[in-house]
């Protein structure tokens, strides 16, 4: 009668190395590319985020690409819808600040805040650009003192933040 | 009357929650079934109270009680009664309270379905849903609490004499209902669209789904049953978080492309990726599973993805709402969000310091060890790899850049969306080519030639496809590598049901429509994945030739005139100023589109002047082909500016969406067992 008992064949020592060596040797590969792709993509692209008044105030930072935000001042926004560009200055607003809403007003109302002139072309003019709206803008300072954006990005926290007291509701004397 | 309501409903669900806790954490101590019921039973009666609470908000809203701050800053007299019900989710304090909400319904849901089959890991589960549900009630009743009303102190300084409160304070009056109608804020503009009205309820179902299989992890954790019974038991709940998460991400992107007036719907903003980084967290984690279920391995691994999706969640959350993210998207600046901060890093660490525990002592070691780097679990690792890949890549752009040069420079530091794509677009590549490869590998083991075998089809009509492509005119690169490794991955789905419906039919002799039925049925989980894998790819194709071929341009035209833009034209027919119903000016532009000489659409793009901002709204002609869509920049009644995009198959971003999430509910749906 045949023996019917079976055991597994153990595999063998050296193949269980090989196959844990190549798994430790795709996961150095993927790990070198996706380090590569971070450093390199990180080299070419990074900005500094800075305000106007670090803008105007470092000659380094001329015709460097850098990412800056500022207030709007809505009067000063002009379109030309035939070459699609958008004109407009912005105001130094601080790096930090307890309510945007309060920092832009202030910083507009402020004569002696540092300013600066932006251009974007060939842009949609966004529904956002408006007076007192935050723009986030990425773009290099040139020559002629104007901000050349290539990215404009806009918050109106005025418009859309819950008033913390709006005016008017304790203008009726019948409540006193 | 609402407010007083609400306000007690809050209350009450935020002490139930706090009990529900305290009951079955000492209850699991003591094994006293008397105390773990008495958890259980609070948890769910959290339920009903947080419906109340919601239920006079939305009765408030409905209502027009502007006495309530909440509803004085999201609606007006204005407001339809649609937006006046999503006006709930407006803005930051209602949203808190629907989030609550809907994580009460999902606890509840646990219980119900999971306290037999899971009953030993119940009540630490139940703790950590109460935990989270307890968190973010407390920050509706002591931060951001949705039944604050306006009050008047008379007797205060002009600046300080209207306040926002819970309690009256001493020697207050009440505004006028009159004062109170006429300043009311009325909803952002922005959000008066389809895409809101769903979108923010999905994202946080996604949010809040994956906080149950989070629970169940760290139960089995504190338990020490690191079996996969808390896999087994939350396998459909993390299915239906990623629906849910799904769906809020692909209406986010439709609503954008709608109402943002770009011609996009993805920008790479902060608080877009902080959405999108549970995402890619889960769907690894959706894929590991598996290997625990089939294989005994990967049980560490799972652990971390678990407690990385709800730290993603609770991120995103805190980017979100905190307000100190620069985005676009994010809410006001709030004070809520060093408590999220910290609620993100005391939940993290203590998820992670009972894993370290448990790992210690040796309690969560693998049944079987990888054998074979072509063996389907190994290419699961590989996808899981590039997940991660994907999520730290994101990470870093969106937050760990900005963050670490703060800390180290100084000075911010921050990339743009080329810098994103740079970083995505290989890993997306990779990530198409193993959802191509997976579902050719076997378990266990896979021999070069039987992988060779399942490769010739697949890869044979790929290369006929680019070969097509290149032929047509699209550059070899982008048919290669953009279209090329999307169809790849979408013909081995489309051939492995093919396969499976052909095996059917040689050996039961069945028609194909039965067999394919069948084929589902039997293997619901299989085959509901071969579908999402489908949608992917049609999203793929769409998001490729959506960015990569856009056409975009802008004129002025007189009256009668017309824009030539590849083979159509856009005429300027008529300019219209008319009043909507809610009081809104609108600015219409009457347009007709041709093709080819042919009239194909008659366009209305427009500019609505909301009191808030003026807002444009496209006009679009869809096809599956493309979007020839218009935007109305300005102009008066004889002149026009328009701006033009073509986006091709740009629809296919949307019905592969609408493929994800159906493949999704068939792998999620409870096997049907036939009688």
């Not at chain 1, 004569?111 to 935050?134: C, F, G, M, T, Y």
């Not at chain 2, 030993?120 to 703790?127: F, G, I, K, N, T």
């Not at chain 2, 995505?424 to 075998?453: C, E, Q």
């Not at chain 2, 869809?622 to 300005?634: C, I």
Request: charged content about 15%; some cysteine.
């Amino acid at each position: 009668m045949k023996d019917l008992s079976w055991v597994k064949p153990k595999q063998p020592q050296k193949r269980k190395r090989s196959e844990r060596l190549k798994f430790i040797g795709v996961g150095i590969l993927i790990l070198l590319a996706v380090l590569y792709l971070l450093i390199s993509g990180t080299l070419q692209g990074a900005r500094y985020f800075i305000t106007v008044a670090e803008l105007l105030s470092d000659p380094t930072n001329h015709g460097r690409t850098v990412r800056i935000s500022g207030a709007v001042d809505g009067e000063s926004i002009e379109y030309d819808s035939e070459k699609a560009i958008i004109r407009f200055e912005i105001v130094n607003i601080p790096n930090e600040y307890d309510d945007l809403a309060a920092a832009l007003r202030e910083a507009l109302m402020d004569n002696s805040a540092p300013r600066l002139k932006v251009l974007v072309e060939d842009a949609a003019i966004p529904d956002l650009l408006q007076h007192e709206a935050q723009a986030i803008l990425t773009g290099a300072l040139g020559r002629d003192t104007v901000f050349q954006a290539s990215e404009l990005l806009l918050k109106c926290p005025s418009r859309f933040e819950e008033s913390a007291a709006p005016e008017g509701l304790s203008q009726i004397p019948e409540h006193k | 009357m609402s407010a007083e309501i609400g306000l007690a409903a809050l209350t009450l669900a935020f002490a139930l929650a706090l009990y529900a806790i305290f009951a079955s954490v000492i209850g699991a101590r003591r094994a006293s079934s008397q105390l773990i019921l008495s958890g259980r039973n609070a948890a769910l009666l959290t339920f009903p109270a947080l419906l109340l609470a919601t239920g006079a908000l939305v009765g408030a809203l409905t209502s027009e009680q502007y006495q309530l701050s909440y509803v004085y800053s999201v609606t007006d007299p204005q407001t339809p009664a649609l937006y006046r019900f999503t006006a709930l989710w407006g803005s930051q304090r209602g949203s808190l309270l629907l989030w609550s909400l809907l994580m009460s319904v999902f606890t509840c849901a646990a219980i119900g379905l999971n306290w037999r089959s899971e009953r030993h890991l119940m009540p630490q589960a139940v703790a950590y849903m109460m935990a989270t549900l307890a968190f973010f009630l407390g920050l509706s009743l002591f931060i951001e609490n949705p039944f604050a009303r306006w009050w008047i102190l008379p007797e205060a300084p002009p600046a300080e004499q209207v306040v926002s409160t819970v309690l009256i304070p001493p020697g207050a009056i009440a505004p006028t209902d009159a004062n109170l109608r006429a300043g009311a804020e009325g909803l952002n503009p922005l959000l008066r669209h389809f895409g809101m009205v769903i979108h923010p309820p999905m994202l946080y179902l996604g949010f809040v789904g994956f906080t149950i299989p989070f629970a169940f992890a760290l139960a089995a954790l504190a338990a020490g049953d690191l079996s996969t019974g808390w896999i087994q038991a939350t396998r459909r709940w993390s299915l239906i978080a990623w629906i849910c998460l799904s769906c809020g991400l692909i209406l986010g992107g439709r609503w954008a492309y709608d109402v943002l007036g770009w011609g996009g719907y993805w920008g790479w903003d902060p608080v877009e990726n902080a959405a999108f980084l549970p995402w890619l967290v889960g769907t690894a984690f959706i894929h590991s599973v598996m290997i625990q279920e089939k294989r005994g391995m990967l049980k560490l691994w799972n652990m971390i993805l678990v407690i990385s999706t709800f730290s993603a969640v609770m991120f995103g959350t805190f980017a979100t709402r905190s307000g100190v993210i620069e985005s676009v998207h994010s809410f006001a600046r709030s004070e809520v969000g060093f408590p999220m901060l910290a609620f993100w890093a005391v939940m993290t660490l203590v998820a992670l310091a009972t894993l370290l525990w448990r790992w210690r002592r040796g309690e969560l070691r693998d049944e079987r060890q990888f054998a074979n780097l072509l063996s389907r679990e190994s290419l699961f690792v590989l996808n899981n790899v590039v997940f991660i890949a994907l999520f730290l890549a994101i990470f870093w752009g969106s937050f760990g850049l900005p963050i670490t040069s703060e800390l180290l420079l100084g000075k911010e530091v921050t990339i743009g969306p080329q810098t994103f794509e740079f970083y995505v677009v290989p890993l997306f590549i990779a990530m198409y080519i193993l959802m191509g490869l997976a579902p050719l590998s076997a378990w266990s083991a896979t021999s070069l030639r039987r992988f060779g075998a399942g490769l010739k089809a697949p890869l044979a009509l790929t290369m006929l496809s680019i070969l097509a492509l290149a032929l047509s005119g699209t550059s070899l690169i982008v048919a290669a590598l953009g279209y090329g490794v999307a169809l790849f991955a979408g013909y081995v789905a489309l051939l492995e049901i093919f396969r499976g419906a052909r095996a059917r039919r040689r050996s039961l002799d069945e028609g194909w429509l039965r067999a394919v039925t069948a084929l589902f049925r039997r293997n619901q989980r299989r085959y509901g994945g071969y579908i999402v894998h489908l949608g992917v790819t049609v999203i793929g194709i769409g998001v490729v030739a959506s960015t990569v071929f856009q056409t975009e341009t802008q004129h002025t035209i007189l009256r009668g005139e017309a824009i030539s833009v590849q083979d159509y034209s856009l005429r300027f027919d008529d300019f219209i100023r008319a009043q909507a119903v809610d009081g809104r000016l609108m600015r219409i532009a009457a347009v007709t589109v041709f093709r080819a000489g042919g009239e194909i659409a008659r366009l209305r793009p427009r500019i609505d002047d909301y009191p808030q901002m003026p807002m444009k709204i496209a006009g679009a002609h869809s096809t599956l082909e493309n979007d020839f869509y218009v935007l109305l920049m300005g102009g008066d009644g004889e002149r026009a500016t328009f701006r033009i995009y073509i986006n091709p198959l740009v629809n296919l971003v949307w019905w592969g969406g609408v493929l994800l999430v159906l493949g999704t509910v068939v792998a999620a749906y409870p096997k049907i067992v036939p009688k």
